[in-house]
T-cell receptor, first 112, second 112 residues
Framework: DAGVIQSPRHEVTEMGQEVTLRCKPI?????LFWYRQTMMRGLELLIY????????DSGMPEDRFSAKMPNASFSTLKIQPSEPRDSAVYFC??????????FGSGTRLTVV | AQTVTQSQPEMSVQEAETVTLSCTYD???????LFWYKQPPSRQMILVIR??????QNATENRFSVNFQKAAKSFSLKISDSQLGDTAMYFC?????????FGKGTSLLVTP
């Protein structure tokens, strides 16, 4: 298994632009998570999907952030419009159960 | 709310020596899971070891072992025979439902 696959690995964009981060979970994992990592706040859960349905999006910072999971093998996290304070590493993780999370390699987002 | 505290922001150890990283957590739950994740400079989040709260026996994985003290809500990680490749950030994490709650991390440097 190739693990959780995230793309792109790095993204540099200008303030105000739309950014889309992508994630392919491990086949058979029914839970998918998006986390954000910053120096100030550490690792924060943004949103949790179970069987492609968003269960908890209370961590999504504001309306500029949106996430979708159209099928079991693909999820996106979109930021529109992006701001410099959105600069962070964004991780996607998947899990078959309440434990045994597998993380992707993350996307480092820089908004200038 | 569950909180995870790692009181050692930075630690260093010489190669082949043993080091212990501390973690405490706060919860009212009785059933939960605890994890240690390693994040090397590549930024990949790697699961090091997992402990189920209902198991009294401390988990071990090769050179990595934990000291789980449920009453004290303590979950420390011991790394034996430290290797240069152990240099990384180490995160303690707690899970009682679907989301992982992470500590702020301990930066471990292994020196020759």
């Amino acid at each position: 298994d190739a693990g959780v696959i995230q793309s792109p690995r790095h993204e540099v964009t200008e303030m105000g632009q739309e950014v889309t981060l992508r994630c392919k979970p491990i086949s058979g994992h029914n839970s998918l998570f998006w986390y954000r990592q910053t120096m100030m706040r550490g690792l924060e859960l943004l949103i949790y999907f179970n069987n492609n349905v968003p269960i908890d999006d209370s961590g999504m910072p504001e309306d500029r952030f949106s996430a979708k999971m159209p099928n079991a093998s693909f999820s996106t996290l979109k930021i529109q419009p992006s701001e410099p304070r959105d600069s962070a590493v964004y991780f996607c993780a998947s899990s078959p159960l309440s434990y045994g999370y597998t993380f992707g390699s993350g996307t480092r987002l820089t908004v200038v | 709310a569950q909180t995870v505290t790692q009181s050692q922001p930075e630690m260093s150890v010489q190669e082949a020596e043993t080091v212990t990283l501390s973690c405490t957590y706060d919860t009212s739950e009785s059933n939960y899971y605890l994890f240690w994740y390693k994040q090397p400079p590549s930024r990949q989040m790697i699961l090091v070891i997992r402990q189920e709260a209902y198991k009294q026996q401390n988990a071990t994985e090769n050179r990595f072992s934990v000291n789980f003290q449920k009453a004290a809500k303590s979950f420390s990680l011991k790394i034996s025979d430290s290797q240069l490749g152990d240099t990384a950030m180490y995160f303690c994490a707690f899970n009682s439902g679907y989301a992982l709650n992470f500590g702020k991390g301990t930066s471990l440097l292994v020196t020759p």
